[in-house]
């Protein structure tokens, strides 16, 4: 299976992600469940998807709250879809929508700002992952409370890189000459075939991690000011994309990549055709049931000045300004996100798991009370060890997260730098022109966007 | 008297009798319009109603999701002249036509007169020639995704075979788009049907007179069969015109379904994927109307001169 062919295979694989949890109750929502009563109408999640991770959260909710009749969308967040639920007679009480594009919604007063909420069902912000909470928040008002955290790692091949004579646990990836030379070494070329990818740096999509190791976010001031033209993200750009020569250029690496059987048992870890590449955590989960045998070392990514970092995203649960049941909306996304709820579902996760005898490798939160009683109660990986340490790695970096703030032209912004690293790949434009020009195009975008 | 009275009836009778045919006129009109009721009112209430609304929103800045809308005159229209990306977009487009429109018609054409020498097996044939029209959208840009790789698709390996150049269909930014028309190529089937309709409908005696008097092949094709089916040609190059300017559904599940990843950058950008980032992505519906009306005025004027300079070489048999 190519990369081409992931998206819906990698929506499956996000929807099964996998946890266990124990019994441990510091954040109970608050209302009176008795006063909460009426419809309410959830959109972007389903019941009815078979993820089971949602199927018991909604099940919570249903029992604490039995005077609520919930219903769902059954489908992901789409904007289209969603601004004819907007538009509809019956528009969405809540929404489940990612995070990296909640800030044009804030912009244009679709969320209803949640400081009330907070106060009425109680909700300690300071238990959900800061990453995730700047997401969400403008002005000191948060506007949603996260529910995945999807961070980013190195996986490396333990193997591939044995056979060239590098040790996986202690290349310095914080040095890029170092993994410059790595990559280099790592690369394999046969009569001008590319057999093997040395280190892949995933562009354009990871520019944002590459950046902010760098020292450069690639946007600031809560997502009013692009930082493209930053020097620092204009040397991120040229480094990672450096990456791809030694595998024969831009064009040769996609073609090889797209190849990749990337859910499958022969993917790129098990035919040795790939030694290393930051990923994000989801896919530790694809492995772990496709090629279980694959020998892999996970480590953090790195900032140049050795420290660990990561870059995350995710789902947030907000609140529709068009909602005419506030009191329920409030206490549904409260439950949904709340310690007691996630530990409920990595529980059952963790069963269902333990009868089909697959490892149980957790399921990553927004709020970091439950993901520490999820990995230090429920989650057992001692069978597993390679994994053990891998859930190690990344619950010692969500600490060290960061994200794109909630800007007013989040998609514009994602087009536009998007389109720039696309430019400087293929070779019709060189870096620090194309960011300059765009950083100047999508600043008048966000200008213009910002209420 | 009695004469004069007979006279009268039968004046009278006549007069009834015309009011009769008037009035059955009427009533033939009142119960044709009311057959065709479902269609003028499904046209005025999702066709011209929301034509004409998006005429006004292309003269406004209208965002979906803000409640306040403001009049800004022909803004949009001067945005578009200095967004490169319209440019490029429809540079793209332009380009796919020029070589779409008259691809499709020339392969359809070689096909369906394949088709109309087979014998039994012509049902088979035809089915397999229509099957890709079948085909949903995104499982056709899915499939080609896979025919098309760069590394080992189908269609490198059967070129490499060849001893040809394998180029990047879908990473090389000077092959993404001839990657995109061998794929909508492939789709050729409607336009086969409709010649080979027209081809059944020849009358053999020309042909037959073509012979005796020493005509070539060539000559028979050139002087018969183009002219006596110039108005299926004219019908296909009309249409096929429309959808290629139009095209969006395969490029977009190939290269835009995950944003992010879409490593053709520009390549695939074409007019109506442009338009839609504009209405859905960025909230802009107000520009993306006014790109819109820019479409369907470039398609006016290219089906204007067509149907113009149609008159000098489609021929109707009633005419």
Redesign the interface.
């Known amino acids: 299976m ?4 992931i ?1 819906p295979a990698l929506l499956v694989a996000m929807l099964v992600f996998a946890a266990c949890g124990d019994d441990d109750t510091p954040s109970e929502p608050s209302a009176d469940p008795a006063d909460v009563t009426g419809d309410l109408f959830a959109f972007g999640f389903g019941y009815e998807t078979g993820d089971q991770i949602a199927q018991v959260r909604i099940d919570e909710f249903r029992d604490a709250y039995p005077d609520v009749d919930v219903s769902f969308s059954e489908s992901g967040f789409d ?2 879809t969603f ?1 004819s639920a ?2 509809s007679g019956e528009p969405p009480d809540v929404v489940n929508l990612p995070r990296s594009s909640i800030g ?2 804030i912009a ?3 969320l209803e700002p949640l400081d009330e909420c907070i106060e009425q069902e109680e909700i300690d912000m300071d238990v959900y992952y800061p990453a995730g909470v700047g997401q969400v928040t403008v002005d000191g008002t948060h506007y949603a409370i996260p529910e995945f955290f999807n961070s980013r790692v190195w996986m490396i091949n333990n193997t591939v890189f044995e056979e060239a004579g590098i040790d996986p646990a202690t290349l310095d990836l914080s040095d890029w000459d170092a993994i410059a030379a790595a990559n280099e070494q790592l690369t394999q070329m046969d009569g001008g075939q590319l057999n093997r990818i040395g280190i892949d740096p995933k562009l ?2 990871f520019l944002p991690l590459w950046s902010n190791s760098n020292g450069a976010p690639m946007l600031l001031d809560e997502g009013r000011t692009s930082n493209l033209d930053d020097p620092a993200v204009i040397e991120a750009l040229e480094f990672s994309n450096s990456l791809h020569e030694p595998a024969g250029g ?3 690496f ?3 990549r ?2 990749w059987d990337f859910f499958g048992a022969e993917n790129q870890f098990a035919t040795g055709e790939l030694a290393a590449m930051p990923m994000e955590i989801w896919y530790l989960n694809v492995l772990a049931e496709a090629s279980p045998d694959v020998d892999l070392t996970v480590r953090p990514f790195m900032t140049r000045e050795g420290e660990p970092i990561t870059f995350a995203d995710g789902n947030s649960w907000a609140i529709s300004t068009s909602t005419d049941n506030a009191a329920a909306a409030c206490a549904f996304i409260a439950t949904m996100t709340s310690t007691e709820t996630w530990v409920a579902a990595a529980e059952a996760r963790a069963e269902t798991r333990a009868e089909e005898g697959l490892a149980n490798l957790g399921v990553y939160t927004g709020n970091r009370e439950a993901d520490e009683v999820i990995f230090t109660e429920i989650v057992d990986l001692s069978e597993f060890p390679a994994m053990a340490e891998a859930v190690e790695v990344i619950r010692e970096v969500q600490d060290q997260a960061v994200a794109f703030p909630p800007s007013p ?1 989040a ?2 912004f ?2 536009a730098w ?2 720039a690293v ?2 400087v ?2 070779g ?1 434009a060189e870096a620090a022109a194309e960011l300059q020009e765009t950083d100047e195009a999508i600043q008048a975008t966000i200008d213009a966007a910002v209420p | 008297m009695s004469t004069s009275t007979e006279q009268r009836r039968d004046t009278s009778r006549r007069q009834v009798t015309g009011k009769r045919r008037m009035t059955k006129k009427r009533r033939e009109s009142v119960w044709a319009l009311i057959f065709i009721s479902p269609w003028i009112i499904g046209f005025l209430v999702f066709m011209a109603g929301p034509m004409l609304w998006s005429l006004w929103l292309s003269f406004t800045d209208y ?4 409640p306040d809308t403001n009049f800004v005159g022909i803004e949009n229209y001067q945005q578009m002249i200095e967004d490169p990306l319209v440019r490029v977009s429809l540079w793209n487009t332009i380009f796919f036509t020029i070589f779409n429109v008259p691809g499709t018609m020339i392969i359809g054409l070689v096909l369906a007169m394949m088709l109309n020498q087979v014998g039994k097996a012509a049902g088979f044939f035809r089915t397999a020639f229509y099957l890709p029209n079948v085909t949903p959208a995104v499982a056709v840009g ?1 499939l080609f ?2 025919l098309l ?4 698709g189908l269609v490198n390996n059967a070129l490499g075979a060849l001893g040809l150049p394998t180029p ?1 269909w ?4 000077a092959f993404i788009k001839p990657g995109i028309i061998m794929m909508m190529l492939w789709s050729v089937g409607s336009t086969v049907i409709i010649y080979l309709a027209a081809l059944q409908t020849l009358p053999k005696q020309l042909y037959e007179a073509a012979r005796i008097d020493g005509a070539s092949p060539w000559q028979q094709f050139r002087s018969i069969t183009v002219p006596m089916i110039s108005g299926a040609i004219f019908f296909t190059l009309i249409i096929n015109t429309i959808a290629s300017l139009q095209l969006f559904t395969e490029v977009y599940a ?1 290269f835009f ?10 390549a695939a950008l074409f007019y109506v994927i442009y338009l839609f ?1 504009n209405a ?4 802009n519906m107000g520009y993306a109307s006014a790109m819109a009306w820019l479409l369907f005025a470039i398609i006016g004027v290219i089906t204007f001169v067509q149907v113009k300079t149609s008159k000098r070489w489609v021929y109707y048999e009633g005419e």
């Not at chain 1, 190519?2 to 062919?5: A, V, Y």
């Not at chain 2, 995950?258 to 950058?265: I, K, L, T």
């Open positions: 190519s990369t081409r062919r998206v904007n289209q601004l907007l538009a044009t919604y244009r007063g679709v354009p999509e831009r064009t040769t996609l073609d090889f797209d190849t032209a998609a514009e994602e087009a998007v389109a696309n430019a790949m293929t019709e | 965002d979906p999701l803000v899915a995704l896979l790789n760069g590394r080992d990047s879908l990473n090389d930014p190939m379904g995950q944003q992010e990843s879409g490593a053709a950058g520009e980032q859905f992505e960025f909230f």
